[in-house]
């Protein structure tokens, strides 16, 4: 039978390897008094995701300057920024005088072009009317000739050659004739084309100055406030980093296609927003959220999660490894004061959590990828891998840690690093497996 020295010795270093499964086995001693720490606590908690974003419009539509060849155009009516319009109203206008002379131009060449087709069609009427009196002719010579032929019995075999002769050179010229009046209806049919054509492309220019002169009138499409634009064509189309560009304004010349102003629609103004991963899983649609707004201090609005994107986006010069997910927030309702590109601030509120465990999240960090806290234990601190489920209010929502367990608020491996390089002492002490 073992003694109760040896039993005693061997439950001890039982617990003591049950204390450790869950935790690397890395151990930093508890000889800096000063480390802080902390309690993990259950609770029942309400998840709150805090992020930033803007408010932008579901519904815009863009006024540009009509695609018009033929050099810039100059702007004569704008309407300014900030006005309400309706659907229907004139936002823009630009001179059409250069277009109304194309007009002129195009109605005079269809005219002339008119004009000539008559005259092809009467120089091919008097062409068809003498063809038609020589071919008789032709062939009544063909048939005098086919007469006199008949006669050859009765003739000189001279005047017999003659005859032959005469017939031959009657169907002769018959059959140039023919030849002759098919080239000239071909003739005839190419040049009345060639007119005809030409009146076409005159009337196509004068229906397209005609739609210019039209397009030169923008009308909204839609009800909204008017933004007008930064003028890019006063700089040549080159925009760099940080530069200001004045607005657009009535007499500015523009490129055909530009970009000069847009009517949103601010009875459909929503907020933009992105979240970090932790805060994406607790994030669903028709959730509730407090919205702030920053140029209107004091006051709050309300509204609900309308999306929460499924794929992240990260730009690649952004340093901040988290992957970002976009979010869409509907104002339950709207104000004429609200504009789009306003900065808000969001509390969302998640699902409410019975019996949460949670420490503050300056407890949490970072290690080979993995979060992990410290758990103070047989004399030091012991690294243990956790499970973030959520951040609420500045604590971080955990499985895979006990309640009650002592955590260390500051990583206790770099602070007695960082104390024994200030005093230039031998490495720290730690545990079995230490690395």
């Not at 609900?304 to 927030?329: L, R, Y």
Request: glycine residues 8%; hydrophobic residues 40%.
């Amino acid at each position: 039978m073992k003694s109760p020295s040896k039993k005693t010795a061997l439950l001890l270093l039982l617990a003591l390897s049950a204390g450790c499964m869950a935790c690397r086995q890395t151990t930093v001693l508890a000889t800096d008094r000063e480390i802080p720490t902390t309690a993990v606590k259950e609770a029942n908690l309400q998840l709150k995701v805090f992020t930033t974003g803007a408010l932008r419009t579901s519904q815009s539509r863009a006024i540009t300057a009509p695609p018009i060849a033929g050099g810039t155009l100059q702007i004569i009516t704008l309407a300014r920024s900030g006005a309400q319009v309706h659907a229907g109203d004139v936002v823009l206008e630009f001179d059409p005088s250069q277009q109304e002379y194309n007009l002129a131009q195009n109605r005079s060449d269809l005219a002339e072009a008119e004009q000539e087709i008559v005259k092809a069609k009467a120089d091919a009427d008097v062409q068809t009317a003498e063809d038609q009196t020589a071919l008789l002719k032709a062939k009544y010579a063909v048939r005098r000739a086919e007469l006199e032929v008949s006669k050859n019995e009765l003739v000189s075999s001279i005047d017999a050659q003659k005859n032959l002769l005469a017939l031959e050179e009657a169907k002769r010229a018959l059959a140039q004739l023919q030849l002759d009046i098919e080239s000239h209806s071909a003739s005839n049919q190419a040049a009345l084309a060639l007119t005809e054509e030409k009146r076409h492309k005159a009337r196509l220019a004068m229906e397209q100055a005609e739609q210019n002169i039209k397009n030169m009138h923008i009308t909204s499409p839609i009800a909204g406030l008017v933004v007008i634009h930064g003028n890019r064509d006063s700089t040549g189309g080159i925009f760099l980093y940080g530069m200001t560009l004045p607005d657009y304004q009535v007499g500015d010349q523009v490129n055909p296609g530009s970009s000069i102003a847009e009517v949103i629609d601010i009875s459909r103004l929503e907020v933009s927003a992105q979240v970090g991963e932790t805060d994406r899983i607790n994030l669903k649609a028709g959730q509730s959220v407090e919205v702030k707004i920053d140029a209107l201090p004091g006051e709050s609005f309300s509204g609900k999660v309308q999306t929460v994107g499924g794929a992240t986006t990260h730009e690649f010069w952004d340093d901040n490894t988290q992957h970002k997910f976009d979010v869409a927030i509907q104002l339950d309702k709207t104000d004429s004061r609200l504009r789009p590109g306003f900065a808000v601030r969001l509390d969302i509120l998640g699902d409410n959590l019975s019996r949460a465990v949670s420490i503050p999240g300056e407890a949490v960090f970072e290690h080979g990828g993995k979060k992990v806290v410290y758990c103070k234990r047989n004399g030091g601190f012991e690294m243990q891998e956790v499970k973030v489920r959520a951040l609420s209010e500045g604590r971080a929502i955990l499985d895979g840690i006990s309640p009650g367990t002592i955590v260390a608020l500051v990583n206790p491996e770099k602070n007695l690093a960082g104390k024994e390089k200030g005093s230039n002492a031998s490495n720290p002490s730690f545990g079995p497996g230490s690395n």
